[in-house]
């Protein structure tokens, strides 16, 4: 019994040998680049590590310092990540939608342009956005910010806008919203523009008034798939966000830890003290993060065709 | 009167054309669009300021002596030091079409398989990609570095593409388009004696367009203002890719605003291709969109 079976499936590997060559390429590099590394992080995160030594095992250790006696975390990672999330992803994910349907409303000419607008500021992510928002919330009377501000009088001297704790995470909110109109953008404009016509049509017919009920009932439920991928990427996106506040402040740990989220936490311990083993755990921590609210999302938006197709 | 008339006259056809909820949509996208281009357009200005405008107070906006001097100051600076940024920008052009050239091709061949395919372990795999595509490269940038120094592959161009090559969301992203193709036309290609590359080749990637522009732009993305391989995974300075470059001349701009001018231009040199190549692709996408006509 068991024997055919294995025969069987030998068979029908045999049988489909090319699908084996054509996924071969992208398995190898996942494997190595994404699948080894995260194993590897989950077994350093039982150990002691400090990059020169050997790794040494410790247990639980790791996970019981981080839980029990890590105020940084507890006091500063944990709330701002939180908060950081709860407010750009939900927000930024309405936002993709919504600019994204506006901009399919427009007559097809004009498209690019409006989509370009939305989409540049993702693409200034990383170096360009240090260079823009760091002139613009300059601590000086020259930072456009305070320049402006100053010139309406609302406020009466200069404001150190990114090294103030009390300003440096509305700041970050408000960069991260600007450029949230990333992929998922992309993939929900794609989506929209591929519903099939007929079925606003049929929808009509059926009884449709509104263009909110359009949305509601045809274009959401047939563009699920963008949907889903857009909120995954927003989660991810949100939670891997970090190297913004040191972007912004040009230091980590941040003034006060006003902007410390979980990356920067895992950097703080993983290059900067040397303690791999520890930081290793935090990113261990983070990806189990990451992986709960995204399945809290694929039972939101998910279709079943998806998980099992 | 009557040239003010001429003039009006097809704006009015373009406007009639359009219904009052578009009129709507227009002004209000337009003004968006603004607001959100404004640090984009304070970019553009910046670049090309003279000393004298970077520190004027109050600080204007549109630069009023537009000079290419910040440009010459960047050329100039790095000709002084060990590697010229002619250097660093023909790494970052090799890396990224490596990049995008791999990213593409890999994630379009097995996508195809993931998602016209029948071979045992697909679910596995398939579900394997979908759950690390809430995976963050961030996390585990340690025992990335021992890959790559056990592979060997420390100082080479393949460490600035291979880390980026495997993107779960390219695969995950072509697999749903490809998924929307209707397996008759597969059939039907194979019942005319089409193999399985050209299947590929004659009806998934012209039928999934759209996708093959997404991956190519997110991969470019990716790699062209990558800070990460660079920092991680290259000592040599030789080897290293024009965002470093750039991340070294801005990383102490927080403090000091005195090379806010290379900075900004630097930052446009980076910033235009990226740019030109949305809009290039982007273009094509909603084009073929509208040709192709998937449903």
């Keep these: 019994m068991n024997a055919t079976s294995l025969r069987h499936l030998l068979r029908e590997m045999r049988a489909n040998w090319l699908s084996y060559v054509f996924v071969a390429p992208f398995t190898i590099v996942f494997l190595l680049f994404i699948f080894v590394p995260t194993v590897a992080a989950i077994v350093l995160s039982f150990t002691s590590f400090n990059a020169i030594e050997p790794p040494k095992f410790v247990g639980l250790r790791n996970y019981i310092n981080l839980l029990t006696q890590d105020t940084t975390f507890w006091m500063h990672a944990i709330p701002n990540t939180f908060k950081f999330a709860i407010i750009v992803g939900p927000i930024g994910y309405i936002c993709s939608f919504a600019l994204a349907w506006l901009i399919t409303q427009l007559p097809s000419k004009s498209r690019v342009w409006y989509t370009l607008a939305m989409y540049a500021p993702s693409l200034t992510a990383g170096v360009a956005m240090a260079v823009v928002w760091i002139v613009i919330f300059s601590g000086d009377r020259l930072g456009y910010m305070n320049s402006i501000l100053l010139e309406l009088g609302i406020i009466q001297q200069p404001q150190l806008w990114v090294q103030d704790p009390k300003y440096l995470m509305n700041i970050m909110i408000i960069v991260s919203l600007w450029a949230s109109m990333g992929v998922g953008f992309l993939a929900m404009l794609a989506g929209i523009q591929s519903v099939d016509k007929t079925l606003y049509e049929a929808g009509k017919i059926d009884g449709i008034k509104s263009r909110f009920q359009e949305i509601w009932y045809i274009t959401i439920p047939s563009m699920k798939p963008q949907m889903l991928f857009g909120a995954v990427m927003a989660i991810v996106g949100t939670l891997r966000a970090g190297s913004i506040s040191v972007e912004l402040t040009g230091s980590n740990p941040t003034p006060q830890y006003a902007g410390h989220l979980l990356i920067n936490h895992v950097d703080d311990y993983g290059f900067i003290r040397y303690e791999m083993g520890y930081a290793s755990s935090i990113s261990v921590v983070l990806l189990i993060l990451i992986y709960a609210t995204s399945r809290l999302c694929w039972r939101l938006f998910g279709t079943e065709g998806e998980t099992k197709s | ?295």
Aim: with cysteine.
């Design chain 2, 1 to 295: 009167m009557r040239r003010v008339m001429r003039w009006i006259a097809p704006a009015r056809r373009v406007v009639k054309k359009l219904t009052w909820f578009q009129c709507f949509l227009v002004l209000f996208l337009t003004g968006l669009s603004m607001f959100m281009l404004l640090p984009i357009i304070y970019l553009f200005n910046h670049a090309f300021k003279p000393a004298s405008e970077l520190f004027k107070y109050p600080p204007t906006f549109i630069v009023e002596h537009p000079t290419l001097k910040n440009f010459s100051d960047l050329l100039l600076a790095s000709k002084n030091s060990i590697v010229p940024v002619t250097r660093y920008l023909f790494n970052n052009l090799i890396s990224t079409s490596l990049t995008i050239g791999l990213s593409t091709f890999f994630s379009l061949l097995c996508a195809f398989a993931l998602s016209k395919g029948r071979f045992p372990g697909k679910e596995l795999l398939f579900s394997t990609i979908v759950i690390s595509l809430m995976f963050a490269p961030e996390t585990v940038q340690i025992p990335r570095y021992f890959v790559i120094s056990q592979l060997g592959l420390i100082n080479t161009y393949w460490a600035h593409v291979l880390p980026l090559v495997a993107m779960p969301v390219s695969v995950f992203l072509m697999k749903q388009f490809i998924d929307q193709v209707p397996n008759e036309m597969l059939e039907a290609a194979r019942i005319e004696g089409a193999n399985e590359l050209r299947v590929l080749s004659s009806v998934i990637v012209p039928l999934s367009l759209p996708a093959v522009a997404t991956v190519a732009i997110l991969s470019f993305q990716g790699s062209w203002s990558n800070i990460e391989t660079s920092t991680f995974f290259i000592e040599d300075e030789t080897m290293k890719t024009l965002p470093f470059y750039v991340l070294t001349l801005t990383s102490g701009l927080s403090n000091s605003v005195a090379r806010q001018g290379v900075a900004a231009a630097a930052t446009l040199m980076m910033f235009i291709p990226n740019l030109i190549f949305f809009l290039l692709l982007q273009r094509k996408m909603i084009d073929t969109m509208m040709h192709s006509g998937i449903k």
